[in-house]
């Protein structure tokens, strides 16, 4: 799916960009305050895994430069699904490390789960979508295709992947673990290249290691990024909730 034919929700969002950034936002935003209220005062001498935490499972640590971020925050005008999983990446990184600036008695962890077995791709494949076509010979081509890339790819598929249970053990170990200290002796392990990313907010591997290098960050820091993908996350949220209470 290389094109925009996806439907947008009642609120005028695009549905996957809905599911993968401003509906995880709205949680966290409305959690926040039961969050914060459960944080001791003494916070800064707290180990990390006794301060409350956010942590969103998407695809922290493979974010990329994409140039049209700046100027089409809602990535409206270069959608296609690759941009799609970079832009909801990049977004989710931006706005987490902003409330990890605003909330810093709240940790906040952004993470890759990486190939897990699941069904996805398999109902991917699967899936009448891949085959639909109003061309008898077309349709036919299409389904064969998706046979044999089922034959080929999901084999594959399910060597390299991680199992899903050890899958869920590390993401259960992520969210418990003492990631200020996780980050203290990654930090004094061999050479890291680039800039090295400050605790507080976490990108993290599906190896649960930590994100170190921040280089890619920068330029984005620059530009005061976090701030503008915050303030266009609330600008959306308000414009929804007006739609919702019959406001124009």
């Known amino acids: 799916m290389l094109i925009r034919d996806l439907k947008d929700t009642p609120e005028g969002l695009e549905e996957l960009t809905s599911l993968a950034y401003y509906g995880r936002l709205r949680f966290t935003v409305n959690l926040l305050p039961l969050l914060e209220r459960t944080a001791k005062t003494n916070y800064p001498d707290e180990p990390s895994n006794r301060r409350p935490r956010v ?18 925050l809602q990535s409206e ?6 941009n799609h999983v970079a832009h909801t990446t990049l977004m989710n990184t931006l706005a987490l490390e902003h409330l990890a600036h605003k909330k ?20 991917f494949l699967q899936s ?6 109003r061309l008898v010979l077309w349709r036919w081509l299409k389904g064969m295709l998706m046979l044999v ?22 993401r259960l170990y992520e969210a418990t673990v003492d990631l200020s200290q996780q980050w203290q002796k990654q930090l004094q392990s061999p050479p890291h290249n680039g800039i090295v990313a400050a605790p507080g907010f976490y990108r993290m591997k599906h190896t649960s290691d930590i994100v170190m ?20 996350t609330m600008a959306v949220f308000r414009s929804v909730l007006d739609k919702g209470s019959g406001k124009k």
């Not at 810093?104 to 069904?119: I, L, R």
């Not at 009448?128 to 076509?133: G, L, V």
């Not at 290098?213 to 266009?232: C, F, I, K, N, S």
Request: no cysteine.
């Open 77 to 82: 005008k270069s959608y296609t699904m690759l």
């Open 128 to 133: 009448p979508e891949r085959t639909r076509s």
């Open 55 to 72: 942590f969103s499972v998407l695809n922290g640590g493979n974010e990329r430069a994409l140039p049209f971020v700046p100027e089409d």
């Open 149 to 170: 890339l089922q034959a080929v790819l999901l084999p594959v598929f399910y060597v390299v992947a991680m199992p899903l249970a050890e899958s869920g053990e590390r």
């Open 104 to 123: 810093p008695s709240v940790d906040f962890v952004h993470e890759s789960p990486g190939k897990v077995q699941t069904e996805i791709v398999a109902s």
């Open 213 to 232: 290098d921040d280089t890619v960050l920068q330029a984005y820091r620059a530009l005061g990024m976090p701030e503008r993908a915050w303030e266009h």
